[in-house]
């Protein structure tokens, strides 16, 4: 059955490292910011699975760390935060090595 779920991504901060545990084959839909914290929304099939997906959050002039392998998921920008002070957090999903 597909469904479409909101995750809240607890902890959230730049430089954190967060892992979710979705349906296999979940489709990110949106990222996006709520009561200050990051959520992502994806569409499921509850009858799948459930996997481990680990993603990573920077915000603009951070380093990339060079040892993972990441793509690029998504970037919330977050002027609206009460105490953000950055512009944008740019949001990273590990992906296994090819």
Known sequence: MLTIFEYPLVGAQHFTEWTVELPAGAELLHFGVVADAPHLWAR???????????????????????????????????????????????????????
Do not use: K, M, Q
């Open 44 to 98: 499921v099939d509850l009858a799948l699975p459930v996997v481990r997906r680990t993603f990573y959050v920077f915000t603009t002039g951070d380093t990339l760390p060079s040892e993972r392998i990441l793509e690029h998921r998504a970037t919330v920008h977050t002027p609206l935060l009460r105490n953000a002070w950055w512009d944008a957090w740019h949001i990273f999903e590990e992906v296994a090595r090819g």
